[in-house]
């Protein structure tokens, strides 16, 4: 319930611009990118609540990039949200997951005046869960365009540490969007339906140096390699003063679910690559490159298990990483595991 006694709300568009004056040039135009990514994702959340009334679930008929079968819910959340980017005036081109070619702007909607963005985006992740009424979500990253650029795939095949903001928003009991702009900073804002607005209500939030939790599907065990066998088999043995001390495991199969979980409670969340999916499932662009810019930001790390996540540089707009994430320690010792075994 809202707290009708509050009369100084902080919304997630006053806490952005106030951030923006204090680290760099204001020039307003990522608030204004953020407002139309704030409708977008209210506009979703509300076609989530209404799947199961409307019938707004089951399949499309049609199949997406990946070969998989799209939802109709994914169908309506990809139409949202590039119509809604493509109107504010500051996108220059997009990647959705389920588009195959980029999506180029043209000229006559885009704002003559102040920078131009490019913004890569999974619409609605975590599809196999809806029908479940299980927890879902928007994943996004933003990249400024170079001055002049008309808009090509060079604007996004770049490494995820050029990104200028990074966020996601969970549709589950509550609608929850984190967003961070860089400079260590990542907060986290609740959907006040009475309002219609995001508000501030996880300011500054740092993920545990070292958590007791581990996220990855397990059901794939048989498919992974020594070092990851290795790792995990130990987090399940553990000791501490001569006594049983196993991590939990918690897999929701969302992704958006599972990282938040990771951010807020520590931990670590895997998806590796394995004997059956050889580059991992998880793509680069718009759910590794947002998904680390955000726990590095929080303090956290996020590794393939060889290299920096945020330090790749992808050759391709769909192309898929093996990804580990989560607290500084848990992170550090899966790299740790996965040197030995090099
Ligand atoms: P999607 O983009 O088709 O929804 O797939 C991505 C989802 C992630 O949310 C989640 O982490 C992963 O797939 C789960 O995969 P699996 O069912 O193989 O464990
Ligand atoms: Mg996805």
Redesign the pocket.
Known sequence: MADHTQTNLITLSRHVLAEQRAHKDATGDLTLLLVSIQLGCKFVATCVRKAGIVNLTGLAGDTNV?G?DQKKLDVLANEIFINSLRSSGKVAIMVS?EDEDVIIVSAKDRDPAGHAYAVVF?P?????NIEAGVSIGTIFGIYKVAPGSTGTAKDVLRAGRDMVCAGYCMYGSSTSLVLSTGNGSVSGYTLDTTIGEFILTHPNIRIPPRGKIYSI?E??SVYWDAACTEYFAALKTRQVDGKPAPYSAR?V????A?VHRTILYGGIFA?PADKKSAHG???VLY?CFPMAFLVENAGGRATTGAQRILDMVPTAIHQRSPIFLGSRDDVTDLEACYAKHA
Request: net charge negative.
């Open positions: 990946q998989e997951e999974d609605l992740d975590g599809s196999s599907n059901g794939n897999y199969g969302s992704m958006v599972d998806y499932k998880l793509r759910e």
